[in-house]
């Protein structure tokens, strides 16, 4: 449902496809140890806990709003959300907030939040906890 993806290049130094068989691209290690790097993901998630869809009194993290989140070895993060509707009031405003939210976490270098729409958000991304705050069960 949630996904943490380290990347470590630019796709476009990634190799092109040669067979059908062959690997998209070489497994690569990252830059950034891995205690540092799930250290960081506590805090991406915990800042990412702290935003909230204001007509719906949960996190976005816990609505299942966060799609993907890449973190480079440089410490830039990329992060693909939705929204509930696409018609949200707070359509052009929530991908700020949640860039300033994460832009709290000393030492990283930048955060780019794009909004997609593809696959559409509906109730069962939520969690258990999110569905539990708001009497779903």
């Known amino acids: 449902m949630r996904s943490w993806t380290h ?3 630019p796709a476009a130094s990634l190799p092109e496809i040669m067979t059908d068989t062959a690997p998209i691209a070489p497994e690569t290690s990252s830059a950034i140890p ?3 790097l799930d250290a960081l993901t506590d805090q991406i998630v915990e800042k990412l806990k702290s935003v909230f869809d204001p007509e719906i009194p949960v ?3 816990e609505l299942g709003l966060i799609y ?3 973190v480079s070895d440089d410490r830039e993060i990329k992060i693909d959300m939705t929204l ?3 018609g949200c009031p707070v359509a052009g405003e ?3 907030w949640v860039e300033d939210a994460v832009m709290e976490i000393p030492g990283l270098k930048s955060c780019a939040v794009d909004l997609v729409f593809d696959p559409p ?3 069962s991304r939520m969690s258990d906890e999110a569905k539990l705050q708001l009497n779903m069960f």
């Open 121 to 123: 958000w509906d109730p």
């Open 68 to 70: 993907k989140v890449d």
């Open 7 to 9: 990347w470590s290049r």
């Open 84 to 86: 509930t509707a696409p």
């Open 59 to 61: 996190d976005i993290y």
């Open 94 to 96: 929530m991908p700020g």
């Open 34 to 36: 891995q205690a540092e």
